[in-house]
């Protein structure tokens, strides 16, 4: 080595530096059940405020409580105030403009949105219903998703840089590279024409947005689930576990640490430099697709 060579150094890449989340502010829709419930305990956990948004009062008051008791003894925040329930619906623009409103009352800036609610339907193919078939289910799965992330984004972008960024994650599912609109997820005789196209556009949709949100140092990843227990899956699982859990490589269904390590990931120090994928988190399932599935 020249005399004049700085000496080979590294950063401190700690696992308690890199993934740390402690203080930030996250807003998780669909947040009292599922996934959403799963991700926002995680947040919970590691320190972060979490405002979870849906349309029952009821049950988001119910995982609040729970949430709570769950945040760390050291809790950066208040006791109580680490899981706060707001009720929405998110069916539309307007929708979405009056969550974002109410969480402006509460914050100035906030570091992480997962755009989670979304919902399926299921028919058969001669007698698809147009506006709950197919409507709700885009304004929910797709529509939601943009302007929910447009309405905060003054919020989402206030403070941050390329290695303290904001993330957004969009909820799709493999159900996006999976054409198959009738199978073990969904009752004999009829399909799921419109969800599989809701959730590649979701993704699509992520990829548009991480380009266009790049500058203001707001990562858009869209989270793509396979099978997961939850309340969409809960037929499913009931009449074909065992069908459903056989077609796993890793001979399992997808637990709350898979998409809450996930999602730890994405709005941590460690994912800073990720943006606009389409994350698988099946068990690779999609890579061995089965059209009878």
Not at 4 to 18: F, G, N, R, Y
Not at 119 to 142: I, M, S, Y
Request: hydrophobic content about 40%; proline content about 6%.
């Amino acid at each position: 080595m020249p005399k004049d060579a700085a000496p080979e150094s590294m950063p401190v890449m700690l696992a308690s530096t890199l993934f740390d989340v402690r203080g930030k502010i996250a807003v998780v829709t669909g947040g009292a059940s599922g996934l959403g419930k799963m991700m926002a305990s995680a947040l919970v956990q590691n320190g972060v405020r979490v405002y979870i948004a849906s349309r029952k009062m009821d049950e988001l008051e119910r995982a609040a409580q729970m949430m709570n008791k769950m945040a760390p003894s050291k809790s950066p925040f208040p006791a109580g105030t680490a899981c706060i329930p707001i009720q929405a619906d998110l069916a539309s623009k307007a929708g979405c403009d009056a969550l974002a409103d109410e969480i402006k009352k509460h914050e100035s800036e906030i570091d992480i949105l997962v755009n989670n609610s979304g919902l399926t339907w299921g028919g058969q193919r001669e007698d698809f219903p147009e506006a709950k078939g197919w409507d709700k289910v885009f304004h929910l799965n797709v529509k939601s998703q943009f302007y929910l992330t447009v309405a905060l984004l003054p919020l989402l972008e206030k403070n941050k840089s390329n290695t303290k960024h904001a993330t957004v994650v969009n909820i799709a599912s493999v159900a996006a590279f999976m054409p198959n609109a009738s199978g073990a997820l969904s009752e004999p005789g009829n399909g799921t024409y419109s969800y599989q196209p809701s959730k590649a556009a979701s993704v699509h949709l992520s990829r548009m947005m991480a380009i266009d949100l790049a500058d203001k140092y707001v990562l858009v990843n869209a989270i793509c689930p396979g099978v997961f227990p939850s309340r969409m899956t809960a037929w499913s699982l009931d009449a074909n576990k065992e069908i459903l859990e056989g077609v796993q490589p890793t001979g399992r269904l997808g637990t709350p640490e898979d998409i809450g390590g996930m999602l730890l990931f994405l709005a941590s120090r460690a994912g800073s430099h990720v943006t606009g994928t389409a994350i698988p988190l099946d068990g690779g399932q999609v890579l061995q697709f089965n059209p009878k599935l």
